[in-house]
């Protein structure tokens, strides 16, 4: 058994039914209580000041693992910066094994995709597949908790952001992190028959779109202000919240990988039906998907707050200012 090492959502079913274990790379790096540090181990190496910390973050914390096997390379559907840090890793002797989704979201292509990643692990689609059922089960606590933010508003936005955004790799111990989602669920439950726990109906209702943050002290933040995140975008997709049983067609489903057009259709549908009052646009510094904001404006008929954020996993006064005008604003639209 390896632990595998992944830099954004794959097809863990494979990675599971190989019998390795995934590692999300991101959430190493960002829950590392040394994030700086594994910033500037990167800057060290070589790593340009005017690139994407989540990249250099990786390097860092990749660096501190000398356990980890090998680590997914997602060649499409990813970005070129990513492709770079793989590029870094192999020359120092990492095993890199690529993965690509194609952009058209073609079935037979991904379909293939799929099974090369599989013969490459060792095992078959249909193994794959019955794994999938077992992760399923997993997910759909998620998404339960995913349904108790929107629909009761009885979940904070963080909380909400961790239970998504931990799906990437069920933090490499899926029945461990059911019961974690079981123990959040139950405290959930409970907060329905306690007046003192604020509904998301009594505050400003915010989508969160864009890449996971740098800094989810944004949530608490944003609870503070009379806000609350009942929609993260991308974390949302992590979970792969799709009614099929088909692995292949649940990854064509899923949109992040895919162009920001196929993304849009989500957004939107989830911003009508979460109620959302205004949408918080999170980019990283140094990342392509920043240009995406001009088709995010012209596309969307809701208020946008557009945050842009480097290496910092704390919120500087200027974010803070930024955030409380927007929320004010927000709160006078309501009356
Ligand atoms: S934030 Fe952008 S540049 Fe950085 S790893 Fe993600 S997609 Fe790549």
């Given at each position: 058994m390896a632990r595998i090492g992944i830099t954004t959502t794959v097809p863990v079913e494979v990675i599971y039914a190989a019998g390795h274990v995934p590692v999300d790379l991101n959430n190493v790096f960002v829950s590392s209580p040394a994030c700086g540090e594994l910033i500037e181990e990167a800057e060290l190496a070589?790593?340009?000041?005017?690139?994407c910390a989540w990249i250099k973050g990786i390097y860092g914390a990749v660096r501190r693992m000398?356990?980890?096997?090998a680590v997914v390379a997602?060649?499409?559907?990813?970005c070129s910066n990513t492709h770079a840090l793989m590029e870094t890793l192999q020359c120092e002797g990492m095993e890199v094994i690529p993965f690509a989704y194609p952009y058209e979201r073609d079935y037979d292509l991904l379909r293939a995709q799929v099974e090369g990643f599989a013969r490459r692990l060792g095992t078959t689609l249909e193994e794959a597949q019955a794994e999938m059922r077992r992760l399923d089960r997993v997910r759909r606590k998620a998404r339960r908790v995913d349904e108790l933010s929107w629909?009761?508003?009885?979940?904070?936005g963080l909380e909400n952001h961790l239970a998504l955004v931990?799906?990437?790799?069920?933090?490499?111990d899926p029945e461990g992190f059911a019961t974690k989602l079981d123990l959040l669920l139950e405290e959930v439950a409970k907060r329905r028959r306690d007046e003192g726990f604020r509904r998301a109906e009594d505050m400003v209702r915010l989508g969160y779109v864009g890449v996971?943050?740098?800094?989810?002290e944004l949530y608490e933040y944003l609870e503070s202000l009379g806000a609350r995140v009942v929609y993260n975008e991308t974390q949302r997709q992590f979970s792969l919240p799709?009614?099929?049983?088909?692995l292949v067609e649940k990854y064509r489903r899923y949109?992040?990988?895919?162009s920001i057009f196929y993304r849009l259709r989500d957004i939107r549908r989830e911003a009508a039906r979460r109620r959302l009052r205004g949408l918080i646009h999170y980019v990283q510094s140094f990342?392509?998907?920043?240009?995406?904001d001009i088709i995010l404006r012209r596309s969307l008929d809701l208020p946008m707050l557009t945050l842009e954020m480097d290496r910092s996993s704390r919120l500087d006064a200027r974010t803070r200012m930024r955030l409380e005008n927007f929320v004010s604003v927000l709160r006078k639209d309501r009356g």
């Open positions: 070589g790593f340009p000041r005017s690139f000398p356990d980890l096997g997602v060649t499409q559907g990813d629909k009761e508003g009885l979940v904070r931990s799906c990437s790799d069920f933090e490499g996971p943050p740098m800094a989810p799709f009614d099929t049983g088909d949109s992040y990988p895919y990342c392509f998907r920043q240009v995406e």
